[in-house]
């Protein structure tokens, strides 16, 4: 951590977002029910929430868990260096701002939201709709996901952007949203596609609030170097289809494969899922576990 020094596309992409939100139409706000003012608290309260909940995952999986039950630790290294994290948290920080500066748009759409939102629970489908919606939501979000993150993989794209986040080899809750600020609005625009589904179906607010709460909890469980699914977690009808947390470890080992974020669908259509992932899975909990991970780092 010694010498440590806020990285500069980090500072670029708050600078951006800044800019974003100062040159947001006041005429535009003044149509939704969020004013300028309120941005900058939505901002502290973006970036404290996350970092308490990084910070709260860090303590429990990674020293407390992990030194419990230790076949689910996923990382052999026993720490990670304080210059990881620190460089985590400000491409963090970053990110978290964007994230704001971006979301103006929902904001602008707001009224075209709203048109199509209800707030009966009991309304059109009842609690099953509910939870269909929101699972829609998710697999919208997983499929903008899965191919800008392929795309991002490109040889040529990877060095310019998406390296920032495969920095961290040994991935921590605080990479969850380590991202190049061209990622992170890469990544925003993703969440913002899939919210494009409520702009053609009624929806509830519980569906809205089940999906930003999960984009941020299988965003961190997925970094977080824990296991918490069981061994034969893939062998499970339907429940199976979900990434573990070792998916998304595997990625940031390897990189050139597993590019799902909630689900196997696309990884296993296109034959990007790793070929030995369900094997090493299991092996996690035999400590059969072939510590070569760190040796394939090619880029896909």
Not at 49 to 55: N, S
Not at 272 to 277: I, R
């Amino acid at each position: 951590m010694r010498g440590f020094r806020f990285p500069v596309a980090a500072s670029g992409g708050i600078v951006l977002a800044i800019l974003i939100i100062l040159l947001t139409p006041a005429a535009q706000m003044a149509k939704s029910d969020v004013g300028s003012a309120d941005i900058w608290p939505m901002v502290l309260a973006s970036n404290g929430e996350y970092f308490l909940y990084g910070g709260i995952f860090f303590a429990i999986f990674t020293w407390g868990l992990a030194k419990w039950f230790p076949n689910r630790k996923l990382s052999r290294k026993p720490s990670h260096s304080g210059e990881q994290i620190w460089r985590e948290v400000a491409f963090s920080l970053s990110s978290n701002v964007l994230s704001i500066a971006t979301g103006l748009w929902l904001v602008l759409s707001n009224e075209a939201l709203q048109a199509n939102m209800y707030r009966d629970i009991h309304g059109p489908g009842g609690l099953i709709y509910v939870v269909a919606t929101t699972f829609a939501l998710f697999l919208a979000h997983d499929t903008c996901f899965y191919w800008s993150h392929r795309a991002l993989h490109h040889p040529k794209l990877f060095p310019l952007f998406h390296r920032v986040h495969h920095d961290s080899v040994e991935p921590t809750p605080f990479t969850t949203f380590s991202f190049h600020p061209v990622e992170s609005v890469i990544q925003d625009l993703n969440s913002l596609l899939a919210l494009v589904i409520l702009l053609v179906i009624p929806w509830h607010p519980a569906s809205l609030v089940a999906f930003s709460l999960g984009v941020t909890l299988f965003n961190l469980l997925g970094h977080m170097g824990f296991e918490i699914y069981p061994r034969t977690w893939h062998r499970w009808p339907i429940l199976g289809w979900k990434t573990t947390c070792y998916h998304h470890y595997m990625h940031h080992q390897r990189s050139g494969g597993n590019y799902g974020l909630y689900f196997r669908f696309w990884d296993r259509l296109c034959g990007t899922e790793f070929k030995d992932y369900e094997a090493r899975q299991e092996a996690l909990f035999t400590r059969r576990f072939v510590q070569s991970e760190q040796t394939a780092t090619s880029v896909e």
